[in-house]
């Protein structure tokens, strides 16, 4: 075969022509050790805090632990797929995850990643969002003062939630607190009929930490089957994934929810709980030999949770103005954040430290679920600081004194245990307490509208029930908002729009409503 110089010139020449250059520079590493699902790094010279690294296999990972001849970095994966002597990459890219509207009615990960078994999210480069990012600054936030419904009666009435402001709920196992969360994004469906596309929707997001996965298959059907599922996002990290991935859930959902606020959305976001996600980041902090402190946390658990309560806030309308990053002014981020207790100890160290991050406290206490008030709200120290500016002004004066008469009523019940001659006033005082209480009680599942609740404290407040039997109270308060909403169709909206107390015509329509439905139960 004889070879032609000029031919061979001419082929190099073309694929020179064509020759297209992609020289990048690329930060690599090796991996020095690798086990418990923390990997050290040799060779990651410009590392970033919290950047995203590969590893062989797929297996992704975050640097947490910056020091100078390695990277201590934890996995998010299989530990297994990872081995000694591996290439690492770096991305050049803060661990970051999806976010947008495509993410509404859907299960996923701490990263964002779809565990549903829906399909891909359909999202793009342009939704990622950091996980770590700066609360709003004092210029651009705003005072609270629109409500957040949870269609409880007890905390309604009692312990007001505003949108925009970070409320612990707080109690031992099995009291009821993940129900209470249920209730919330249920109610939620009130505020825009449960069209996620409706401005004034409100946008749930419920962040399972440490939870078992047939807990959470249960709240996502219930969900469901109640039509909630359309405004509300589930990020899931269970007792099975890892302690990283356990950590890193609250912020990735916290990312989400921020997407929205900065558009002027409304959002509540349930973290359930932060005494797991506490547990899961002292696991990789000891991993990573950080030093202890006390009991065995790392010295930075505080600022592990406040950084993560501080981004809950209501945006000042003019924030756009202050700072670009903000789409549209008014927008709210309501943190309600769940801590676990042992034997009702709030004065533990988690406990405390999220109490004082947060403006409030519901706390559920076992005694009163285990002899049937529920939900056991305990309103002695249970407490919101935003208060009354969070009601509308027709139940702020309606439950005004309940607090005070349940309080009375607590200290008569101790003290009547112990005798039985009891003056009239005392005897008055002791029956209207246990009407109150018994229609603070409601089932499950079963959120009250903010009107409706104000029809029945009304009936209680005024006395008009301290003659019917405790026996029929849950009976009288089913006819009579039933009476009220089909008789006189008015009375919600004339009880939203009262300025300071319902109006007196009102009233009259009410004691009419509250004397027929008791004729009626009576008879």
């Known amino acids: 075969m004889d070879l032609r110089p000029a ?20 930060s690599v590493g090796t991996v020095l050790s690798v086990g418990d699902g923390v990997a050290r790094v040799y060779g990651l010279d410009d590392c970033m805090m919290n950047e995203l690294l590969e590893f062989a296999g797929g297996v992704r990972g975050i640097a947490l632990n910056l020091e100078e001849d390695n990277v201590g970095c934890v996995l998010l994966g299989d530990a297994a797929k990872v081995r000694e002597g591996d290439t690492v990459k770096a991305t050049g890219r803060i661990i970051s995850v999806p976010t947008g509207p495509q993410l509404l009615g859907r299960v996923v990960n701490a990263l964002g990643d779809p565990v549903d078994g829906k399909g891909p999210l359909g999202t793009t480069d342009d939704d990622l969002r950091p996980i770590e990012q700066d609360a709003p600054s004092v210029v651009e936030r705003q005072p609270v003062d629109q409500p957040l419904q949870t269609g409880i009666k007890a905390v309604d009435a009692m312990i007001p939630i505003g949108r925009g402001q970070r409320e612990l709920i707080i109690g031992d196992r099995q009291t009821g607190k993940t129900a209470l969360i249920v209730d919330t994004i249920l109610s939620q469906a009130n505020t825009g009929g449960g069209d996620p596309t409706n401005p004034e929707q409100v946008i749930c997001i419920y962040v399972a930490v440490g939870q078992k996965q047939s807990t959470v298959v249960d709240i996502v059907r219930r969900l469901e089957q109640a039509g909630a599922m359309p405004y509300t996002i589930v990020v899931l990290a269970s007792a099975i994934d890892e302690a990283s991935m356990q950590y890193l859930s609250c912020y990735g959902g916290c990312a989400m929810g921020e997407r929205f606020r900065d558009e002027g959305r ?6 359930d709980d932060l005494y797991k996600q506490a547990l899961a980041y002292r696991q990789v902090m000891l991993l990573l030999r950080r030093p202890p402190g006390r009991e065995a946390f790392p010295g930075d658990v505080f600022n592990l949770h406040s950084r993560l309560l501080e981004r809950a806030a209501k945006l000042a309308d003019n924030a756009p103005e202050i700072n670009p990053r903000f789409k549209a002014g008014g927008g709210t981020l309501t943190a309600l954040p769940v801590v676990e207790t042992q034997e009702g100890d709030v004065s533990a160290y988690i406990p405390t430290n999220v109490i004082s991050i947060t403006d409030g406290q519901i706390f559920l206490e076992s005694s009163l679920f285990n002899s049937g008030i529920r939900p056991a709200v305990n309103a002695g120290i249970s407490v919101s600081r935003v208060g009354g500016a969070a009601q509308i002004p027709a139940m702020k004066k309606t439950a005004g004194s309940l607090r005070l008469d349940l309080a009375q009523f607590r200290e008569l019940q101790a003290f009547a245990q112990f005798g039985s001659d009891l003056d009239a006033a005392t005897q008055a005082k002791l029956t209207r307490g246990e009407r109150l209480v018994e229609i603070l009680k409601q089932g499950q599942y079963l959120p009250v509208k903010v009107t409706d609740q104000v029809v029945i404290l009304y009936a209680g407040s005024t006395g008009a029930l301290d003659d019917l039997a405790v026996s029929q109270l849950a009976e009288f308060e089913k006819a009579l908002i039933e009476y009220v909403n089909d008789s006189h169709p008015e009375v919600a909206d004339q009880i939203l729009t009262a300025k300071k107390d319902i109006p007196e015509e009102t009233k009259a329509v009410l004691d009419g409503a509250i004397a027929a439905v008791k004729a009626q139960i009576q008879a």
Request: no cysteine; aromatic share 12%.
């Open 7 to 26: 031919e061979v010139t001419s082929i190099l020449e073309k694929e020179i022509e064509n020759y297209q250059g992609d020289t990048r520079m690329q």
């Open 266 to 271: 409304h959002v509540a976001i349930f973290y």
